[in-house]
């Protein structure tokens, strides 16, 4: 079995993390994540890809979760990083998406936070009952806007 080059480890749950799950639980608006996303430096931005996809694969995403994501995401079928979400393989895949060129970062952004979301909401129906123990499960209300 060959590896894939994401490893399959929680990342720490630092503010960009807690930020990530916020989106993903829409605890805070997309919008604000964008904004905060493209302001990033190109080499942060695929960081902050490449820590979206090792939390879709934390959350159990899987090949199956691609068109929900995708219709999720506002990006069409068509758009690069669909098109390798479709594929099937999700390790690898994911890796390519996120280390797609600057010109498909923010559609992979959009379409990792969908995949991330459809996934952690799965899990936590499925896994998580009220008495879970997962601190990524209990961020709490979004802060308001300024």
Do not use: Y
Not at 48 to 66: I, K
């Amino acid at each position: 079995m060959s590896r894939h080059p994401l490893p399959r480890i929680l990342p720490a749950l630092d503010d960009r993390t807690i930020l990530l799950n916020r989106l993903a639980q829409e605890l805070h608006p997309l919008d604000d994540g964008i904004t905060w996303f493209t302001d990033l430096a190109a080499p942060e931005r695929t960081a902050v890809l490449t820590v979206l996809a090792e939390l879709c694969l934390h959350a159990r995403a899987t090949t199956e979760d691609a068109p929900e994501a995708t219709a999720r995401s506002g990006i069409r079928p068509t758009h690069t990083p669909a098109v390798l979400l479709a594929r099937g393989h999700l390790a690898p895949q994911l890796h390519r998406i996120a280390t797609l060129p600057g010109n498909e970062q923010l559609k992979s952004f959009r379409l990792l936070i969908a995949l991330f979301t459809v996934a952690d909401r799965r899990r936590r129906e499925r896994s998580c009952t009220p008495t879970c123990h997962h601190p990524w499960h209990h961020l709490g209300p979004a802060a308001p806007s300024a």
